[in-house]
């Protein structure tokens, strides 16, 4: 599996991302139960509200060899700032929509 993950911009100076490593590293959280290695191809944020350029990131980190689009918990659960973004699943449809549906994408990480 590669993943490309996709970050809250607004979460960018409280964490340096370190659940959503973990939680790959040691296959908790939304990749409990992957069999395969996960590579993370890249690691890039929303571009900020309304998330419009989560789209043109993604399809760049499909470019770059992603199989999978994982949105981390920033943006659906609000870690660490305890506000979930108000435009997940309006970026969440818009991202599927520009990337395909072979493309897997996943809500969270950790």
Do not use: W
């Not at 970050?7 to 100076?13: G, K, S």
């Not at 139960?33 to 690691?43: A, S, T, W, Y």
């Not at 918990?73 to 609000?78: H, L, R």
């Amino acid at each position: 599996m590669k993943v490309g993950i996709i970050r809250c911009m607004q979460t960018e100076d409280f964490c340096p991302g370190s659940a959503d490593f973990k939680a790959i590293r040691e296959k908790t959280g939304a990749f409990e139960g992957v069999e395969e290695e996960i590579e993370i191809v890249g690691f890039i944020n929303c571009g900020g509200c309304p998330g419009k350029k989560a789209v043109l990131r993604a399809k760049e980190l499909v470019r770059r060899g992603a199989d999978t689009i994982v949105f981390a918990s920033c943006i659906q659960k609000g870690t660490p700032i305890g506000y979930p973004c108000p435009f997940a699943k309006r970026m969440k449809e818009i991202v599927a929509a520009a990337v395909g549906d072979e493309m897997k994408l996943i809500d969270y990480t950790h």
